[in-house]
Antibody
Framework: EVQLVESGGGLVKPGGSLRLSCAAS????????MNWVRQAPGKGLEWVSS????????YYADSVKGRFTISRDNAKNSLYLQMNSLRAEDTAVYYC????????????WGQGTLVTVSS | DIQMTQSPSSLSASVGDRVTITCQAS??????LNWYQQKPGKAPKLLIY???NLETGVPSRFSGSGSGTDFTFTISSLQPEDIATYYC???????????FGGGTKVEIK
């Protein structure tokens, strides 16, 4: 069974840092790009970042550029999101997601992990 | 940046009704348009990819069409389990970026 499991969410003060992890299983993780997508409470979906299969290509939404860093460890089948200089508007459920063979869409999603930025 | 305009933002329909949601791109995106279903407290689920391809295991009452800038998502006969929010999503490859529409909340009348 294809599965993505996020962890690392929690409550953090404005200006603080947090590192999210996503553990993948049931598919050849090292063959596919990976993404982070977030959803603020009661709001829509926002793409955050993507990383190619070999980490050669990395992209960010303008809203997080310079503050967030995406990375992966193919040996551990894991994806990460290092979040620095957090703001209240970063409060959201963060999902990791994989396109697999579809390429242009996100076929597999994790259950999400909640990040709350508040003093 | 490409903008996606999804409408309506909400709708109410009866069981068995045909439901249609539209998504308009601010520029030509070919067929790089996907549709997701999200139920409360759950992750989104891919239903339609590349405008009209039904994801494996998704009921055939769901369909998608369109190309260029105008796209349509249809539920041919609304079922109680279809109550959810639906999102369109476009894929831009220069540079790679995903943009979601604002969502359509579907309720039973």
């Amino acid at each position: 069974e294809v599965q993505l499991v996020e962890s690392g969410g929690g409550l953090v003060k404005p200006g603080g840092s947090l590192r999210l992890s996503c553990a993948a299983s049931g598919f050849t993780f090292s063959s596919y790009s990976m993404n982070w997508v977030r959803q603020a409470p009661g709001k829509g979906l926002e793409w955050v970042s993507s990383i190619s299969s070999s980490s050669s290509y990395i992209y960010y939404a303008d809203s997080v550029k310079g503050r967030f860093t995406i990375s992966r460890d193919n040996a551990k089948n894991s994806l990460y999101l290092q979040m620095n200089s957090l703001r209240a508007e970063d409060t959201a459920v963060y999902y990791c997601a994989s396109p697999e063979e579809v390429v242009t869409a996100l076929r597999t999603w994790g259950q999400g992990t909640l990040v709350t930025v508040s003093s | 940046d490409i903008q996606m305009t999804q409408s309506p933002s909400s709708l109410s329909a009866s069981v068995g009704d045909r439901v249609t949601i539209t998504c308009q791109a601010s520029q030509d995106i070919s067929n790089y348009l996907n549709w997701y279903q999200q139920k409360p407290g759950k992750a989104p689920k891919l239903l339609i990819y590349d405008a009209s391809n039904l994801e494996t295991g998704v009921p055939s009452r769901f369909s998608g069409s369109g190309s260029g800038t105008d796209f349509t998502f249809t539920i041919s006969s609304l079922q109680p389990e279809d109550i959810a929010t639906y999102y369109c999503q476009q894929y831009d490859n220069l540079p790679p970026k995903l943009t979601f529409g604002g969502g359509t909340k579907v309720e039973i009348k």
